[in-house]
C-alpha cells in the first residue's frame, strides 16, 4: 500500500475485501487485512473500529476491549468522532470505554448536548440514576426543549423516588410531545405509584386511545379499576390482556376473582409476577401505608407460647424480602428461606440473616427429600395466595421434625371453605382449618384473631395459627 491517504478512503479496494471477508464471517481473512491496512495507516479509525468489533463478533471480548481503548487514545481531537466511538462502544456492550469517549468528547466540546445526553443514558444503564440526572439537567442546558433528554431525566427523576420532579418534567415533555405514548404512559404509572389515580388514569386511557393494543396500560387499568371497585371496567381491561396473551395467567387469576369464580389455586406465574413487581418497594408499601405487621404478631404468638425458647432450623416459606426472618431471628439458630419471586429473593439476601434461600414453589420444596428436618415452619402472609391448602398440609410433613411446628396466617373467610376475594388474594374459614388440622396430624398449640392490613380503609381481618405435628416419622 503506497499511500495512506489514498488507503483511508472508505471505498479503498482493500479496506472494501476486508469488510466483505468479515460480514461473511470469514474472520482471520478479514483480520489480516485490517492489520494490513493499519500497518500502513494507523490512523484510519474505520479499520481499527471494524476490528475492534471483529474481536468481539469472534468471540473475543477482551481483546476486542483492548482494541477499543487503543482507539480511544489514537482518535484524534474532535468531539464528534469521540461522541460516534463512544456509540459504537455502546453497542458492543463497553459501558465504561462509551463512557471515556463522551467524557472525552466533553473535555473538547464543554456544551456538546449528545455527548452529555449518552453520558446521562450510560449512567442511567448502570444504575448512577443521580449522576444520570445531572448529565441530562446538563444536556438540556444546551437544548431544553430536546424531548427525549426530558423523558430520560424523568425516568433517573422517579429511580431517585422524586416523584413530583419527575410529574413536572414529564409534563415539560408532553408539552412539546402531547401524543407520545411513552410519554403518557410513564406519566400515568408514576401517578399510580403516588396514589394520585384520577391523573394515573387519565393518561392511561389516553395511551389506549392511541394505541388500543398496549398491554402494559391496560394492565394498569384494570388493578386500578378493581382496586375502585369498579368490576365490569376491570374485566374489560383483563380481557384484553388475555385477548393480547399479555400477562395472561396473571388476568385470568383476577377474571376469576371479579367473576367470584374461585380456582382451586392461582397461577404460579400470577405469584411470581405479583411480587417481582413490588419487590423494591414491597416492605415501604406494606408496612407503612397498609399498616402491615404480620410477621412481628407472629413472633409474639410464639413467644405467648414459649417465652424465648430457641427452635432450632426455621424454614421461612414464601419469605418474600426477609420480614419473617426479621421478626425470628432470634428464636432460630438457623433460617432457610423459599420464595418464588426471584425479586423478593434479592430483597432476603441483602439482608445477610438467612443461611439459604431457594427460588422454589414452596409445594415443590416440601415434597423433596430434605437434608434437614425444620424445628419450625412459618408461613407470613402466604396462604392467602394458595387457595385450596390441603395439598400444602399433605406435604409440609415432609419438612418438620416429628414434633414439628407450623405457624401461618389466614385472611378470615365466612364460607365453608375457601373463597378467591376481589383483590386477588383468598380467604379460608376456621372450620376448614380445624378440618386440615386435624386430618393431618397437627394439634392447635395456639391461636388469635388479629388485624393483618389495611385495604380501602379499613383493616383486614385474619386469624394467627400455631400448630404442633403429632405424627411421627413411622407413622408417616
Known sequence: MKDCHEAAEPDHPLFLEAIQAHEAGDYPRAETLYHDILRACPEHLDARISLCLLYRAAGDPDRGRRCFEETRRLAPPDADLHVQLGTVCHGQGEEELAMDFYRQALALAPDHHRAWYNLGTAELN?????????????????????????????????????????AHIYHRALARAPDDRDILYNLGVLYRRMNRHAEAMRNLVRVIELDPDHAAAHGHLGAMWAQLGEKELAIGSFEKLVAL???????????????????????????AGLFDQYAGKFEDELMERLGYRVPFIMAELLRET?????????LDLGCGTGLAGEAF????????????????????????????????????????DQQIRFDLAVAADVFNYLGDLSPFFQVVGNCLQPRGLLLFSIEEGENDDFVLQENGRYAHSPQYLQTLITDHGF???????????R????WVGGILYLLQRQTTDNQR
Not at 395472561?248 to 376473582?257: G, I, T, V
Not at 414459649?306 to 426455621?314: A, P, W
Not at 394439634?443 to 392490613?453: H, K
Open 126 to 166: 448502570r444504575g448512577e440514576a443521580t449522576a444520570a440526572a445531572e448529565a441530562y439537567r446538563q444536556a438540556l442546558k444546551q437544548d431544553p426543549d430536546d424531548v427525549d433528554t426530558l423523558y430520560n431525566l424523568a425516568l433517573a427523576l422517579a429511580e431517585l423516588e422524586k416523584l413530583p420532579a419527575a
Open 245 to 271: 396473551d399479555h400477562q395472561a395467567e396473571s388476568a385470568r387469576h383476577m377474571l376469576a376473582a371479579l367473576r367470584e369464580e374461585t380456582p382451586a389455586a392461582p397461577a404460579r406465574e400470577y405469584v
Open 306 to 314: 414459649f417465652g424465648h425458647e430457641m427452635h432450632g432450623q426455621l
Open 329 to 368: 431471628l432470634a428464636h432460630a439458630t438457623g433460617l432457610t428461606g423459599v420464595d418464588l419471586s426471584v425479586g423478593m429473593l434479592e430483597q432476603a439476601r441483602q439482608k445477610n440473616i438467612y443461611d439459604a434461600l431457594h427460588q422454589e414453589d414452596l409445594l415443590e420444596f416440601c415434597r423433596r
Open 443 to 453: 394439634t392447635v398449640l395456639n391461636q388469635r384473631r388479629s388485624e393483618l392490613r
Open 455 to 458: 385495604e380501602k380503609g379499613r
